[in-house]
């Protein structure tokens, strides 16, 4: 079996995109095959080695500590999951599960939700017909860019994202200006940074 290498699991609030609001169990994965200059994650520490019985058992009783109703979604993030995630093993069967990714492999197919936010070109097709949902920071990429991507993928939902590397003050203006001329995308705030949770 599989031995996947955790940072943290921990219960919350979905902070940012498509599902913002949407309480989730976050599953951090360790490692990541960039090393972006604006990280805001820690995804280096290893806290739990768990096969997929251990993952899944810890989920359950964080879910009965946190005296959950219903199931949640199940948001698996990082570094960078799809390091770690297996086609042939899938994870939490029954549960409606979502990944964000760099695209570094495209999800494997038993994922219901594909946040695909690409860091470096050429951005990869098969990842942009995987994604459901596309978080652009802004502005790793041109506008001209991002508006020739959104033209090419009518169907997916598109983000533009502000970049917080925690050392500057962000400005939201430029992102405002361009959602207003372009409304095919949508601004996305951190909000659980504005909210102060995890
Ligand atoms: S891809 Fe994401 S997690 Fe990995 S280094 Fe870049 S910002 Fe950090």
Redesign the pocket.
Known sequence: MRIYKINEIFYSLQGEGAHVGRASVFVRFAQ?????A????D?AHVAYRFDKNELESFVLALLEKERVASQPQIVFT???PTLQLCESEPLLNGFYRCVET?GYKVAPRWIEWVTF?P?TKPIATDNMRRANEVKILYSLFSDDEMIALARDYPDKQFFVQAIDDGQRPISHDSLILFCKKNPQFRLSLQTHKILEIR
Do not use: Y
Request: proline share 0%.
């Open positions: 990541c095959n960039l090393a972006c604006f990280c805001d994650t995804f990082g570094g960078e760099n936010s860091k």
